[in-house]
């Protein structure tokens, strides 16, 4: 009724005397990009993600669109087409109603891997249909089947646990229980992941040291344990405590008596 425009989503032998603008174009994703809360890259270009971790995707459109119900995204994890793929909640849509927030909280146990971007498949059919125009034309996804691999990699897995190697010119001998050197040994640090952080401690974790080369022990009472954290965060389990002592000092000469035969 009235006298303005009408908006019909297919063509109308009705007129009646009215001006119709005829619309049926659907919205269509333009552009999605995909962010986290994490501040920095990792030296070798990528975020890493573990449990807990927030994963926020913008999804730009082709024009004002309304929202019905709570619509969700999904992306694919790269090699993992088998598992349930990642949801994420729709959040806000901006004042123009052109920009759609989604997001998704990494839980422990999710699948790892590179985040994939994929416009043909990141919105389902029950979900389309909560996201159209003012004339009710709903979202329609890209028929590109192009995938994008992001700079955002899910890592939720514990590194393993370390081994630490004592090594020394001499065999220790075992006091009270306690491999004694009198030479200093050299602690060296194995089985740990690519970009790892690897660190030790020699007071049973209340100060720790970065490893990256064998070490030579001094002087003191030891108890050694080790652990390594991933490129997401993720920290191993520390390895079990290894006491040992190092006394290379010479003994002092505290007295001598000379004696000779009558």
Not at 28 to 41: N, Q, R, V, Y
Not at 131 to 156: K, R
Request: aromatic residues 6%; contains cysteine.
């Amino acid at each position: 009724s009235g006298d303005g425009d009408a908006y019909i989503t297919k063509p109308s032998k009705v007129l009646d005397g009215k001006t119709f603008a005829l619309d049926g174009v659907a919205p269509k994703i333009t552009a999605l990009e995909l962010s986290s809360d994490i501040a920095d890259k990792n030296a070798d270009g990528n975020f890493y993600l573990k449990a807990d971790n927030k994963l926020t995707v913008t999804s730009t459109l082709s024009e004002t669109v309304f929202i019905s119900g709570s619509p969700s995204l999904q992306m694919k994890v790269k090699g993992k087409d088998s598992v349930t793929p990642l949801v994420f909640d729709f959040k806000d849509i901006n004042e123009e109603g052109t920009e759609l927030t989604f997001e998704h909280i990494v839980k422990a146990g999710t699948a790892n891997g590179t985040v994939q971007i994929t416009k043909a498949t990141c919105f389902d059919a029950n979900n389309l249909k909560l996201i159209s125009d003012v004339n009710d034309n709903g979202l329609v996804l890209s028929t590109s089947a192009a995938v994008t691999d992001t700079e955002f990699i899910v890592d939720t897995e514990k590194p393993a646990k370390l081994t630490v190697n004592i090594t020394a010119k001499k065999n220790p001998t075992n006091v009270n229980g306690i491999d004694t050197y009198i030479v200093s040994p050299s602690l060296s640090i194995t089985g740990n992941e690519a970009g790892s952080k690897v660190e030790y401690s020699l007071d049973n974790g209340v100060s720790w040291n970065d490893y990256s080369t064998p070490v030579s022990i001094e002087n003191g009472s030891w108890k050694i344990i080790a652990r390594q954290t991933d490129k997401a965060g993720n920290v191993s389990e520390l390895t079990d405590p290894m006491s040992i002592v190092v006394d290379s000092a010479f003994p002092s000469i505290v007295d001598f008596t000379v004696s000779s035969p009558d």
